[in-house]
């Protein structure tokens, strides 16, 4: 067992902007202190959504057993509740078996739920019927735009294009009559939790981006895409609206080229790493790490390792 082992085992959740390295350095450390990792990627909870959404392949997890991976239908939609419930039962489980659960993943709500104090207000059938029309009559861009006048947190962390976020956002805005942030908690974990963020300068991001869109097409994206339309991905509210695969199913609907679909893949990644990098910004309690231009995520593990034991 490592010399650097933590007793008794505290909580590691590793955060940051997408192909910031996140997963690279998760694996070192769970490694490194005998624990096992927990998924905190919404994406990477459906089944199948392994190329578009960079999933770790058996050989890179180095033998490290990851959880909530692959627990979701692409036809299913996206539940922060049930996500909370499940890898809380997960953290539970590894903390009481003394090993560490090391958590990765760019979806801030996701590592908030898991984490922090975090009640979910009720829902309004009625109220959602009426957004969810507006949505499939008007798209996401309308209501998107209603909840940057009504709640400009909220906009700014919900991508445009995810209808079935910024619907929830509005019902609760509708029912509680405050701000959908509002309702998201202070900074208070319900466990001992070490928080590293992996910062990587803007201009190495924007070209890493880049980079890992073109090793998705050359792994075979639309193939994978292909199979997962057949399985209902489409129809899935949360899933088609994931980064790559929505553009791929749009240039399969004839509304672009392939080559439009990849390069706005590559702008929206971008965008979306910019929002990443803002909502994780207001957490104080982050421990920030740079990475040196074309360094390995695994040299930050010496640094993690000692705030981890601090």
């Not at 998760?26 to 089944?47: C, H, K």
């Not at 019927?129 to 996401?140: I, K, V």
């Not at 899935?236 to 240039?251: E, I």
């Not at 679909?261 to 790493?273: I, L, Q, Y």
Request: hydrophobic content about 40%; glycine content about 10%; overall charge negative.
């Amino acid at each position: 067992m490592s010399s650097s082992r933590v007793n008794p085992p505290r909580v590691v959740s590793v955060v940051g902007a997408t192909a910031a390295g996140k997963s690279d350095l998760a694996v070192a450390i769970a490694r490194s202190l005998d624990g096992e990792v927990i998924n905190t990627d919404s994406m990477q909870l459906y089944r199948g959504m392994d190329i578009g959404t960079a999933k770790l392949t058996e050989a890179e997890r180095g033998g490290v057993p990851h959880h909530l991976l692959d627990i979701w239908e692409v036809t299913e939609g996206a539940s922060v509740a049930e996500y909370q419930r499940l890898a809380r039962a997960e953290i539970d489980r590894l903390l009481a078996a003394g090993r560490t659960p090391v958590l990765v993943g760019g979806s801030g709500l996701y590592v908030r739920a898991a984490i922090d104090e975090m009640e979910f207000p009720g829902t309004d059938a009625g109220v959602r019927a009426g957004l969810e029309q507006e949505l499939d009559e008007h798209g996401s861009g309308l209501l998107h735009r209603r909840l940057a006048e009504l709640d400009p947190v909220a906009a700014e962390a919900i991508l445009p294009s995810n209808g079935r976020r910024i619907v929830r956002a509005l019902e609760v805005i509708e029912i509680t009559g405050r701000p959908f942030t509002a309702s998201l908690p202070g900074h208070r974990s319900v466990y001992e939790t070490v928080q590293i963020g992996v910062r990587v300068p803007r201009p190495e991001l924007d070209e890493r981006i880049a980079l890992r869109v073109d090793r998705m097409w050359a792994a075979g994206l639309l193939d994978e895409v292909r199979e997962l339309e057949k399985l209902g991905l489409r129809e899935g509210r949360t899933a088609s609206r994931a980064l790559g695969y929505q553009q791929v199913l749009d240039h399969f609907a004839g509304e672009c080229t392939e080559d439009e679909a990849r390069a706005e893949t590559v702008r929206a990644t971008r965008r979306f790493a910019r929002r990443q990098e803002s909502w994780f910004r207001r957490d104080e309690r982050i421990h920030w790490l740079d990475r040196p231009a074309g360094a390995d995520p695994v040299e930050l593990l010496g640094r993690s390792l000692e705030l981890i034991a601090g």
